[in-house]
Every structure is written in C-alpha cells, then in structure tokens.
C-alpha cells in the first residue's frame, strides 16, 4: 500500500503536479460530467472537490452536465414513457417539462451544492441565462427497417446548439466563481430544447476557446480493435477509424462532438472514464494523462 504521508513522495508528486499547473494557470477547461459516475455521491463529491482544487490552483473550470438516467428515472416515477430513436430520447412536451425541472433544477442544483461543500463557489445556470444557447430543432435519420430507405424522425423538442453567446461565462470566469451549466436551451421559436450534454459541452468549450475539453464518460477513451487504449489521435485519422469500423456505435457522436469542438478553436479535447477516482486531475496534472488526447 502507498503511503501517501511520506514526504519525499508528496514532493515528487509536486515535482509532476507544477509544470501542468503552469500550463493551465488562467486556461479555460470545460469539463462534461455524466453517465454513472454521477449516481455514486462518494464519486460525485470527489469530483465536486477536484473542481475547486482546478479552481484554487489557476484554472478556470466549467463544468456540463447530463442526467439521463435520472430523467429516465422521473419518467418512469411520473408514469410517462420514454422513447429513443437515433439514439436521442424523443421528448414531446410533457417531457421536455421533466427535463428542464430535473437538469436546471435538481441535478444542477445538487452539483452545486457538492462543489459549495468542497469550499468552491458554484452558480448553476442553463443555456436560456444571458440567451447563452440558443438551439434549433434537431433532425436525424434513420434506416426503416422494412424499406431499407432513410427516413427522418421526429425527436420532438431535442434541440442542437445554433448560437452561443458567452459573456455571461466570460464575466464570471477569473473570478473564482465555478459555473455548473445544465443543457437546456430556448428555441428561436420559444420552445424549450432538450439538448445533448456532449454537444452543448463542444458547443461552449468552443465558443470559449478552451484549452481543453474533457469529456467523462462510462469508458476509457478511444478503444483500438484489441480493446487497447488510444493514447492519441488526430481529427484525420478518427475519420479513418470510423470509416474502418474500429470506432462505431456510441463513440462516434463522442469523437464527432470532438471534432465539433475543435475545428471551432478547442485546443485539445479527451475522452475519459468518469468512474476513475480524480480522473480530471489525472488527466490534466499528470505526465500520463487518464484518456484519449484528440488534437487537430
């Protein structure tokens, strides 16, 4: 067992710690917090506590996050069915209601409250604060199955960022102020969008230039056709893992939220297993970092 008390082992850790702190002092990270790292509290509190530790030691973190088990959870508790197509759950306007009041309300709030506890100041918002995101309806398709043709689905009030307006954050961020973004966004019609985390995220890093953009997730990156870790990749050549199938499933909107991010000024985006214990710190204050590094 390590113990974590010795002195000189404290001090290599510093050793390793300082240069990425020097690197990130006043950068922007935005990080996406979701999938099942979010129901375990003890996970959730060590992550509240690594976010003010950024915050302390010169970052400016900005923190997104999902929720869809426990949307899923309300539905199922307020009797109202849950349908997915391409993917996207398909939200009509009863649970468009429920997402808003479980995003911007409950989870938001209690990320709040976990970071306030860790000695940070959070403030939640969503994307209508300051007309932040304003999203449009989102359109997919998918294969019918007796057809074999493509078929446009109707997601209801599932939106895409369309623009972004980041004053708000700009004049919160350098003010050791941590903002907690839920992902909800008014429409230029008035409705309300139910938008994806992992975009709304790409969308805002971009629109901040962030340094980095971390993406926490249920796995540990970009996985090879061995199921081995891809330490590193290039925009070009995850075109060619989707189009050789290594990447597929799940993974591609992930890597495309990333290119997303990235041709709009991200300097690098990773995608990391949120279920590791500091993987955030891990990532940013290592030498080996925690996930998949994807560069222009």
């Given at each position: 067992?390590?113990?974590?008390?010795?002195?000189?082992?404290?001090?290599?850790?510093?050793?390793?710690?300082?240069?990425?702190?020097?690197?990130?002092?006043?950068?922007?990270?935005?990080?996406?917090?979701?999938?099942?790292?979010?129901?375990?509290?003890?996970?959730?509190?060590?992550?509240?506590?690594?976010?003010?530790?950024?915050?302390?030691?010169?970052v400016?973190?900005?923190?997104?996050?999902?929720?869809?088990?426990?949307?899923?959870?309300?539905?199922?508790?307020?009797?109202?069915?849950?349908?997915?197509?391409?993917?996207?759950?398909?939200?009509?306007?009863?649970?468009?209601?429920?997402?808003?009041?479980?995003?911007?309300?409950q989870?938001?709030k209690?990320?709040v409250?976990?970071?306030?506890?860790?000695?940070?100041?959070?403030?939640?918002?969503?994307g209508?604060?300051?007309?932040?995101?304003?999203?449009?309806?989102?359109?997919?398709?998918?294969?019918?199955?007796?057809?074999?043709?493509?078929?446009?689905?109707?997601?209801?009030?599932?939106?895409?960022?369309?623009?972004?307006?980041?004053?708000?954050l700009?004049n919160?961020?350098?003010?050791?102020?941590?903002?907690?973004?839920?992902?909800?966004?008014?429409?230029?019609?008035?409705?309300?969008?139910?938008?994806?985390?992992?975009?709304?995220?790409?969308?805002?890093?971009?629109?901040?230039?962030?340094?980095?953009?971390?993406?926490?997730?249920?796995?540990?990156?970009?996985?090879?056709?061995?199921?081995?870790?891809?330490?590193?990749?290039?925009?070009?050549?995850?075109?060619?893992?989707?189009?050789?199938?290594?990447?597929?499933?799940?993974?591609?909107?992930?890597?495309?939220?990333?290119?997303?991010?990235?041709?709009?000024?991200?300097?690098?985006?990773?995608?990391?297993?949120?279920?590791?214990?500091?993987?955030?710190?891990?990532?940013?204050?290592?030498?080996?970092?925690?996930?998949?590094?994807?560069?222009?």
């Amino acid at each position: 067992m390590t113990d974590h008390s010795d002195p000189h082992l404290q001090a290599e850790i510093l050793v390793q710690a300082l240069p990425h702190m020097l690197h990130y002092d006043e950068a922007t990270v935005v990080v996406k917090y979701g999938g099942h790292a979010m129901g375990d509290e003890k996970v959730a509190r060590d992550f509240a506590r690594d976010m003010v530790l950024l915050e302390q030691s010169g970052v400016n973190p900005v923190v997104v996050h999902g929720g869809g088990p426990q949307i899923g959870a309300m539905l199922a508790k307020l009797g109202i069915k849950s349908e997915f197509a391409a993917g996207l759950r398909i939200t009509d306007k009863p649970t468009v209601e429920v997402v808003e009041m479980v995003l911007a309300g409950q989870i938001n709030k209690q990320i709040v409250g976990f970071i306030n506890n860790e000695g940070g100041r959070a403030i939640g918002l969503c994307g209508k604060d300051g007309n932040m995101v304003l999203a449009k309806k989102a359109v997919r398709t998918i294969v019918d199955p007796e057809t074999k043709t493509e078929k446009e689905v109707d997601l209801g009030f599932v939106g895409e960022p369309d623009k972004v307006d980041p004053r708000v954050l700009e004049n919160l961020l350098g003010r050791e102020v941590i903002p907690v973004l839920a992902p909800v966004a008014n429409g230029a019609d008035g409705n309300t969008y139910n938008v994806n985390a992992d975009t709304f995220a790409g969308a805002i890093a971009g629109a901040l230039k962030a340094k980095r953009l971390l993406l926490l997730t249920d796995v540990p990156g970009v996985l090879d056709k061995n199921k081995n870790l891809i330490k590193e990749l290039t925009v070009n050549q995850i075109r060619e893992l989707i189009a050789d199938g290594t990447i597929s499933g799940g993974m591609i909107p992930k890597v495309e939220t990333c290119i997303y991010a990235i041709e709009a000024g991200v300097e690098g985006v990773v995608i990391l297993d949120g279920k590791v214990p500091h993987a955030v710190l891990l990532e940013l204050l290592t030498d080996h970092g925690a996930g998949t590094l994807i560069r222009p």
